[in-house]
């Protein structure tokens, strides 16, 4: 595949393009107005269909042009350089062009906010107000960027050029697959902003053919900079997080149900039915807070677990699909779910059945969860009464110490062990004065409270359950090769019962999040419970190809994009639910192995590529020999 | 009792079946060639979104003159727009699942959220309202008080029967679903059938999406199916497969809608449990409690040949 003229002529012309990107894209943006309108600096000038100013605008420019003239460089030494007969001389050639690539990306960039910051510093030594200041919303823009991904990609290049290039690829495939559709999903979703949206600030305008692709070029970076943004925050940071947390405990499930050969898309059912049963015994529980609170998290495990768990024996007793199963058990979980929430009174055939669970009011609600049996907010954790405590660090620190230390023991003991000492160094940090820390108003107003913790537990339950015990293997056989499972002496009915009940339990205890932790705004059932959740666990899973790390990377992926949405909605006018668009279409990408060739998804396939790699690289080393 | 089992609740009956007969009856064909079909919600609310879209952009420059400007053909061009589009997302999942042989329940569900989240993207950039299209003045008309697609549906029924068990490419779609390879042996173009297939399955839940946003509303709502898809697939399900147990299905499923809306404050039963039995009724059957359904043989396996 590599160093063939097909794969010459997509360099070359992938090359071209890119020269044409790189002319034309906005490589910085010094200044943006609210509703997105900006100065863009593009190599030949600068763009502005609103036409703002900068205070010593060759500074900007100058930077940028040379910046693009270096690319221009690189990108025509790579290509000749590609054009090497000797694959180890291409390699070095473009490991050399990458690395010289990432640090001219590294000095654009120093250069590019050393200006602001200078423009910025003049400007209030002449006395503007801080909030006032000339440059605002300043970034690098598509240029720098496509230049920094450009490097990364000459060094990719570079180590396909080597023996077993191609084996070295698909040996990540975990990655390479849920990366790749993500970029393609990404393409598409810019493709769709661009067609469907007019630039900032250029609405009604008819700006000259260049200057208009530079200002959609700018459109589409700002979009995604925007999806991006609470990365650089705290409040967004704990904004993504919030919604993450929920994500996590679908993407696990689902995720939970792919590892043992089951497809669960009965997650918004489990929700629902956890999110009744936490609601049940939060509110009705008689008992002090610290013991109801506990069993009501037990509750909505149990209650995903019950509607996993259904088709599960349908499917073991009567080789019923689960996916119809489940599919038709969303509904009816939706119909219990309004039937407990929308009245209290109800008529069969005249006879009258009354229900406590309705509140008092026109709004179809449950009644709510009493103070002390609420889930804290996790800066209330964190942080009370204005320091910080030590019971979190310790905690992490001790039970991971702990784990560490008795490594002689069996898995269940030293699991058990960390968990007293989780719970011990939880006790004891609480005791210990914090230093006092100052909460800003756009943190405290984040609502993420501490199912977070419960979901941390929940991936390290997926870890160890899944790889770590002997039931998790069998299970994990069970997904792989039912048959082969069955004559090593699995009982899989009784394994699928169980793997869907687990699977919805750590559906259901995504109400702890909603329910027990007021992720709705209120601690009850209210219509706006978002169930769909369920579905994006799919996503969640898919993206992270069920492994723990993957789910919550992924199912954090989705909390910033989700919450950078708001951003999006406010700023440019995009309706968030380009997020949705997005996900689908990884969903969609990911399924259909990226679209790219079938060795990245077949595991057979895949391991005649090594193979075949090592067979190569000792023919080459018998080759020297003999020389 | 006679104050709810009467007339009306016919009329609704009929009413409510059939968008979910057109698109059972797609999802059949599908289905039967082997291709497993869940996104037949998201191909519904894609049709109906192509359908209010494309009525309203067709009528705008009718409405400048005259704001009640009746134009023929508009509807009926609607409908076609959500056929095409219907189609084409059907090809979509076909290519997915069949070229690149993708799993056929992911690549549905991932249909399904592109129908939540694509049309919102539209309708922020034509109507600046993330939730619902302009309401159109041509709707589809009324012929004897039902909606020409009511009627359409009904005389799916006997043709996709024959078309299925007594043309040859009926019996070839069915030979694709049950025994692909022994199929490809006596010369049937295995993936050809597939693709047409589901893209017919497409196009007619692109219909049944028409009937929902121009024939029984005015405009396009944000997941206005409100998973009618899934209610067919039930239907399919229920129907075994089979033309006349679909038309059984669905209508029974359509009366339980009927009768959920008409039993709304009522004192008989609590509307919110009878929206549930289509899904209940499905299960035990799938189950085996109720006589036993069985899927085509090769359903949901890509086919490699």
């Known amino acids: 595949m590599f160093g063939t003229t097909f794969s010459r002529l997509l360099f070359v012309v992938s090359n071209t393009v890119l020269l044409g990107l790189l002319a034309l894209a906005p490589w910085t943006v010094p200044k943006r107005d609210f509703d997105g309108a900006a100065l863009l600096v593009t190599p030949f000038g600068m763009v502005s269909p609103r036409a703002l100013q900068v205070p010593g605008p060759e500074h900007f420019l100058g930077s940028v042009t040379l910046g693009f003239w270096v690319f221009a460089l690189l990108v025509v030494l790579a290509v000749v350089s590609f054009f090497h007969p000797n694959p180890r001389r291409r390699a070095q050639m473009l490991y050399i062009l990458g690395g010289i690539g990432l640090a001219v990306f590294a000095l654009e960039a120093v250069l590019f906010y050393q200006a602001v910051y200078s423009v910025n510093s003049a400007a209030l030594a002449a006395g503007t107000e801080a909030n006032r200041l000339p440059l605002k919303r300043y970034a690098l823009s598509l240029g720098a960027y496509l230049g920094l991904f450009y490097s990364l990609a000459l060094l990719l290049a570079a180590r396909l050029q080597l023996p077993a290039g191609l084996a070295f690829l698909v040996r990540y495939r975990g990655v390479v697959v849920p990366l790749f559709s993500l970029l393609l999903a990404s393409l598409f979703g810019m493709l769709v902003v661009a067609l469907l949206t007019p630039a900032p600030g250029a609405k009604g305008l008819t700006l000259p053919l260049g200057n208009a692709i530079t200002a959609k070029l700018d459109l589409v970076t700002y979009t995604f900079q925007l999806l991006f943004s609470p990365l650089v925050s705290l409040p967004g940071w704990f904004q993504s997080l919030l919604l993450a947390t929920p994500l996590i405990f679908t993407g696990l499930g689902v995720a ?33 807070g610290w013991l109801v609170l506990p069993l009501s998290i037990v509750a909505a495990a149990l209650g995903g677990a019950l509607w996993g768990a259904i088709p599960g024996w349908l499917k073991a007793r009567f080789g019923a699909h689960e996916v119809i199963n489940t599919i038709m058990m969303n509904y009816i979980a939706s119909s219990v779910f309004l039937f407990i929430i929308s009245s209290n009174e109800y008529k069969f055939f005249g006879a009258t059945l009354r229900l406590p669970f309705k509140a008092e009011g026109f709004e179809a609600r449950s009644a709510e969860i009493p103070e002390g049996a609420r889930l804290p907010f996790l800066l209330s954790t964190l942080a009370p009464q204005g320091h910080l405590s030590w019971a979190v660090p310790l905690a992490v620190v001790l039970a991971l110490g702990v784990y560490a230390f008795f490594r002689r023991l069996d898995l269940g003991r030293r699991l058990l062990l960390a968990a007293a000492a989780c719970l011990a160094g939880f006790v004891a940090g609480g005791f210990l004065p914090g230093p006092p820390v100052e909460i800003s108003p756009a943190l405290r107003s984040v609502r993420l409270n501490d199912s977070f913790f419960i979901a941390v537990v ?35 009915g009784r394994k699928t019962i169980l793997a869907m009940a687990i699977s919805g339990a750590l559906v259901g205890l995504a109400a702890t999040h909603y329910v027990a932790g007021g992720g709705i705004d209120e601690y009850r059932l209210k219509q706006s419970l978002p169930v769909s959740v369920g579905f994006d666990g799919i996503a969640v899973a898919l993206m992270g190809q069920n492994t723990p790390t993957g789910v919550a990377l992924s199912a954090l992926l989705f909390g910033v994009l989700l919450t950078g949405g708001l951003q999006l909605n406010l700023q440019l006018g995009i309706s968030r639910e380009l997020v949705t668009v997005l996900q689908a279409l990884i969903v969609l990408f990911i399924a259909a192995g990226g679209f790219l060739p079938r060795y990245f998804t077949d595991p057979l396939k895949a391991a005649e590529v090594e193979t075949e790699a090592k067979a190569s690289r000792e023919a080459s080393h018998t080759g020297k020999e003999a020389c | 009792m006679s104050d709810i089992f009467n007339l009306a609740l016919l009329g609704i009956t009929l009413r409510s079946t059939a968008p979910l007969l057109l698109t059972a009856l797609g999802g059949m064909f599908s289905e039967r060639s082997g291709v497993t079909n869940i996104a ?16 309203d952009r067709l009528e705008a420059p009718y409405l400048v003159s005259d704001p009640n400007a009746h134009v023929a053909w508009i509807p009926w061009a609607g409908v076609l727009a959500a056929v095409l589009v219907g189609g084409a997302v059907a090809f979509v999942h076909a290519l997915v699942s069949i070229r690149y042989k993708a799993d056929q329940i992911v690549s549905g569900t991932a249909i399904n959220l592109l129908a939540l989240g694509g049309p919102s993207l539209l309708l922020k950039a034509f109507y600046n309202n993330t939730t619902s299209s302009q309401e159109v003045v041509n709707r589809l008309p009324l012929w004897f008080g039902f909606s020409p697609l009511v009627y359409l549906a009904f005389i799916m029924v006997p043709v996709a029967w024959w078309v299925l068990f007594k043309t040859p490419w009926g019996l070839r779609l069915r030979a694709v679903g049950e025994h692909p390879e022994a199929a490809d042996t006596v010369g049937v173009n295995v993936y050809r059938m597939r693709y047409t297939a589901v893209v017919l399955s497409g196009v007619m839940a692109g219909l049944a999406g028409a009937f929902l946003s121009i024939g029984f509303l005015n405009q396009f709502v944000r997941n206005m199916s409100a998973g009618q898809g899934f209610i067919a697939l039930a239907a399919l399900i229920f129907g075994k497969w089979h033309p006349l147990g679909v038309l059984g299905a669905t209508l029974l499923f359509g009366f339980f809608r009927a009768l959920a809306i008409k039993l709304q404050g009522g004192e008989v039963l609590p509307s919110v449990l009878v929206e549930a039995f289509p899904y209940l009724l499905t299960m035990l059957v799938l189950a085996g409690f109720i006589g036993r359904s069985r899927p085509p043989a090769a359903i949901g396996k890509p086919y490699e040949k």
């Open chain 1, 458 to 492: 929940a991936l390290f339950f997926y870890n160890f359950y899944l790889f770590r015990t002997a039931g998790g293997y069998e299970l994990r056989a069970l997904g792989f090769a039912p048959k082969a499972a069955e004559y090593a002496g699995v009982n899989i």
């Open chain 2, 40 to 55: 037949l919600e998201g191909m519904i609310l894609f049709g109906a979104a192509a359908a209010a879209i494309a009525v």
């Open chain 1, 256 to 288: 939970f149900g792919f590892r043992a050969g089951l497809f669960n898309i009965g997650a918004p059912g489990q929700l629902t039915l956890g999110a009744i049963s936490c609601m049940l015994v939060g509110v009705y529980m008689p008992g002090p």
